[in-house]
């Protein structure tokens, strides 16, 4: 058979990295024989080290671990797994406001305590430092509520309450992704377990893990000293310091999906869904994954959890945000929104659009697969016809920037652009900037004419197209994992589709041109995208493992992919039957 061939193949090919110890299960509780501080009696010990577990396995060997961390289809295990995740980095997160509370205020007493020369910046700032001393405060404050000092492991630990509400929360978004074949809770425990991982790799060889573990110890806050975060920032472009966005990271992984129904978007958008009527036709299933799990979020039940994510207006401000933009790009069908990604990665990295790497994606709705640019059914399952591999070897050749020599026609076009202002003052400024200042993604304007900045700096820009293609990546992890993980995940979509298929909602037949389609995708979207992972420099020498895998998972496909599609349509079609008979027999 050969999908055992290429199981066989995959590991002669790949040698396990590090794989930790085998658990075993004694009742409820967990026993691992490598790990001191995990206890029987101490379910925040046990998830903490749950979580050090899913995060020390490679990245290549996501879900294929011994249990408890390797893949699973009960409930009870994923949530196990989800909910470690999230106390971890929320956890991380309230120690952090701790730490960084209780430095503003030493600095605030060095500050306003006289002499110097700070005394003339300081009553400058009195009146809008008020804020941010309120803010710091609620921050300290409930960092101080939801965390306790665990004497066994010297550390601090979320309550018992909040362990609970998140994993309350966790479970009922679990129970509200809907039984589908691909877009299931099962895609959301890889997806976050590979979000979490890729988070964990981000700026390895600047000592971050060091620099998050003393940021967040309880000696360096009881201690009361500021660390020197020294080039983390600059290799990460602050995502590696700032657990807000690591948090809203994993938590945007977890809902991406909640409340697939198992088609694309433009077939709801066909059918006139009321999904569809109500998010106006645009990204329909990320619309109402987002809907779903902030309305959870508002319920009383979970409003501690809520004030602990959220302390503060500007905090739930970050964190919406965040969150919104993140689930949202994951609709790779949206033409525009792809257009928009584009935009702000080849701003951010210019360098990239010469070299045709920024366009990750923008080839999908030229492709000939039936599964193409309908973004949630795209992830993995493919876009594409037989030649595209072929089209995607040379360096896409953009046309060159014509320079316009005529002074007339050079004065006519800065007297256009004079027109959309509303003081000649605004119109200056405007004809004064340089190329980076044009309006788009780096800027936008008011209607007096002035000019906003959507990022203060350059950084913030990189970081934001940064993230952007960590939730694609992760969106889509099995392609640059291990060919068996490929080929697992990609049955799971072949059979969604199938099915839909089979209901009449799609209108296309997934079994033709399957192999044809999935060469086409890796061609057009993958191995661009995983490009982008080497190319920002975020992940340092890690950063080439993710377009490895794509093009060696690529390559296995092209020589063993045929046999294996038919392997798969065949295994599809007898499965569906049986459920089919058993169906029909439970009624």
Not at 39 to 53: H, K, P, V, Y
Not at 127 to 137: H, L, V
Not at 480 to 496: A, C, G, H, P, S
Not at 518 to 542: A, N
Request: with cysteine; charged share 25%; hydrophobic share 35%.
């Amino acid at each position: 058979m050969a999908f055992r061939r290429a199981q066989r193949r995959n590991t002669e090919i790949i040698e396990p990295l590090g794989r930790p110890k085998p658990a075993h299960r004694h009742s409820n509780s967990w026993t691992l024989e490598d790990l001191d501080c995990f206890s029987d009696d101490d379910d925040s010990s046990s998830a903490q080290s749950l979580a050090e577990q899913l995060t020390g396995q490679s990245w290549h060997e996501v879900g294929i671990g011994p249990y408890p961390i390797g893949a699973s289809n009960e409930l009870s295990v994923m949530v196990d797994q989800l909910s470690s995740i999230l106390a971890s980095r929320l956890r991380d997160l309230l120690v952090y406001w701790m730490q960084l509370s209780r430095s503003n205020m030493s600095e605030g007493r060095r500050g306003w305590g006289g002499g110097g020369g700070g005394g003339t910046t300081h009553h400058a700032t009195k009146k809008n430092s008020t804020p941010s001393c309120s803010d710091a405060s609620c921050k300290n404050n409930t960092a101080m509520e939801y965390l306790r000092l665990d004497g066994k492991i010297g550390d601090y630990v979320l309550v018992d309450s909040i362990q609970t509400s998140i994993r309350e929360y966790v479970t009922s978004i679990g129970k509200l992704y809907n039984q589908v074949d691909f877009h299931s809770i099962e895609h959301c425990t890889h997806m976050t377990i590979s979000m979490n991982k890729l988070l964990s790799m981000v700026t390895v060889n600047s000592n971050f893990r060091d620099h998050m573990k003393r940021m967040t110890s309880f000696q360096n806050v009881k201690s009361d000293r500021r660390d020197q975060r020294g080039s983390v920032a600059n290799f990460s472009f602050g995502i590696g310091e700032d657990p807000r966005i690591l948090f809203a990271m994993v938590f945007s992984a977890l809902i991406h999906d909640v409340g697939h129904v198992g088609v694309p978007n433009s077939v709801l958008v066909e059918e006139e869904d009321e999904l569809a009527i109500l998010h106006n036709d645009v990204s329909v299933a990320e619309q109402n994954s987002l809907q779903v799990a902030f309305s959870l979020l508002q319920k009383d039940e979970f409003a501690n959890l809520k004030r602990c994510i959220c302390p503060t207006p500007e905090e739930r401000k970050f964190f919406r945000t965040k969150v919104i933009g993140m689930v949202m790009v994951t609709d790779i069908s949206d033409q525009e929104r792809l257009q928009i990604v584009k935009s702000r990665w080849n701003a951010a990295f210019p360098s990239c659009e010469r070299e045709g790497v920024g366009g990750a994606g923008d080839n999908s709705s030229n492709t000939n697969g039936s599964s193409n640019g309908d973004g949630n059914g795209a992830a993995g399952g493919g876009s594409g016809g037989k030649d595209e591999s072929s089209q995607n070897n040379s360096p896409r050749r953009l046309r060159p920037r014509t320079e316009i020599q005529s002074t007339e026609l050079k004065a006519s076009i800065r007297r256009r652009r004079f027109t959309m202002f509303a003081t000649d003052e605004a119109a200056q400024e405007f004809a004064n900037e340089h190329r980076s200042r044009r309006l788009g993604i780096r800027t936008s304007m008011d209607f007096s004419g002035m000019l906003l900045d959507a990022y203060r700096t350059m950084d913030q820009l990189q970081q934001h197209a940064v993230l952007e293609t960590m939730m694609n990546v992760a969106d889509v992890a099995h392609t640059m994992q291990t060919f068996q993980i490929f080929v697992k995940w990609n049955k799971r979509l072949f059979k969604e589709f199938y099915i839909a298929h089979m209901k009449e909602r799609l209108s296309f037949n997934p079994e033709e041109n399957w192999y044809e389609n999935q060469i086409g995708f890796f061609s057009h979207y993958i191995i661009p995208l995983s490009q982008k992972m080497k190319i920002c420099g975020v992940f340092g020498t890690t950063g080439d493992v993710f377009q490895y895998f794509a093009m060696e998972n690529k390559k296995r496909w092209m020589e063993e992919g045929e046999a294996i599609s038919e392997e798969i349509i065949r295994d599809v079609k007898e499965e569906v039957e049986r459920e089919q008979r058993l169906s029909n027999g439970c009624h």
